[in-house]
């Protein structure tokens, strides 16, 4: 077996996993089996679809590995889509788009599913519909005591809130019931700048999403290394700054809103924005096609985004300064600010944007991507998204930082309720009450 297809490892390989026995579920019954053996053995269980947010190595663990169980149904009538644990959003986008609906999908469409949603879930339609957490309709899990549990809010309340946003830290979800809507098309694809435009493009931008609608969703990244094979030739082996852009209105208005930035234009060095089927979603981002890599991902909410915090990360980011790696600043608001129609526990719904960093090992890399983050402390609103934690985000402190205080303690609660051992701690860990932390 290559390395590549070795059931220990993720695609981010910041975490090399030495567990005592791997799982290699191909259905239901397998993960229930996976977990009634590590009961037996007094073992704790982690899981892995694609590995692409890592926390702790599954060292001397029972470590389920997803992948085979990769099935979509969707039922067209209804609106809805039932998931197993190891599919990805490309598998589910396969399955929709052909009846014009969409899934509220992460930007790559090699993410996982499963861990997308429990970690809350920002995608390219949440600013008009919510998180994707906030549209689970339903789970089928497997909790500490080797039992499958259909739960939802009728059936199990304070299990399907803690679920939804609290990762896999009362359970192995095998499969899921989400929300999908009539969007079949989008106006997006993506601006690239030349690097010596960035202080322009980035102090344009904080002044023209004061303004955009709910249905636009956009991002921009600093790119330090397009020198890829799949980069678009006019930017490959440069470095952009990439706005991206994805608006599910009329493209009519899409291309109006798109005025101020096409301003810029003399900067750019490709327009990619175009009417697309919502099956090219997966463009938009033009992220790399999945292949092992080593990154240390971090990552801050902030509550707004000033000229001086503009000031602030474009120091902080200079290849002077040694911020030669990729920082991701997304739009949030909208929709991700209301609480949802059935309750959930995912955090920063206070956020207006968040700056994700992804550092790779390298001379003070590390220190100053935290310098970075540390800079941008007056503009933060204390919390993280679980979505774009890293390895060095898995202690409880730093987990704690993705929910409000109130739920923290309620998560807490319920997870010496369902896992007092705390059988699942191979992940961003939610210690239960009254554990030693």
Known sequence: MSTDMDPRLGL??????HPARVVEAAGDQDMVAAVRLAAEEKRAVGVLATGHGPSLAADGAVLVNTRRMDGVRVDAERATAWIEAGARWRDVLAHTTPHGLAPLNGASPDVGVIGYLTGGGAGLL????GFAADHVRRLRLVTADGRFREVTADTDPDLFW????????FGLVV???????????LYGGGL??????TADVLHAYAEWVRHLPETMATSVLL???????DAPEPVRGRSVTHLRIAYSGDPADGERLMRPMRALRPAALLDTVRDMPYADSGTIHHDPLSAPYVAYDRNVLLGELTADTVDTLLALTAPDTGGAFPTELRHFGGAYARPPEVPNCVGGRDAAFSLFPRATPGPDTLRRRDDLLAGLRPWSTGGISLNFAGVEDAAPDRVRAAYAPADFDRLRTLKARHDPDNMFRINFNIPPKGADR
């Open 12 to 17: 981010n390989r910041a975490v090399e996993s």
């Open 175 to 185: 499969s899921a019931e989400v929300d999908l809507f009539p969007v079949a098309r």
């Open 223 to 229: 790119a330090r290394d397009t020198d890829l094979p």
């Open 126 to 129: 949440g600013r008009r519909f």
């Open 192 to 197: 690239y700048f030349r690097a010596e435009a």
């Open 162 to 169: 803690a679920v939804r946003g609290g990762k896999d830290n």
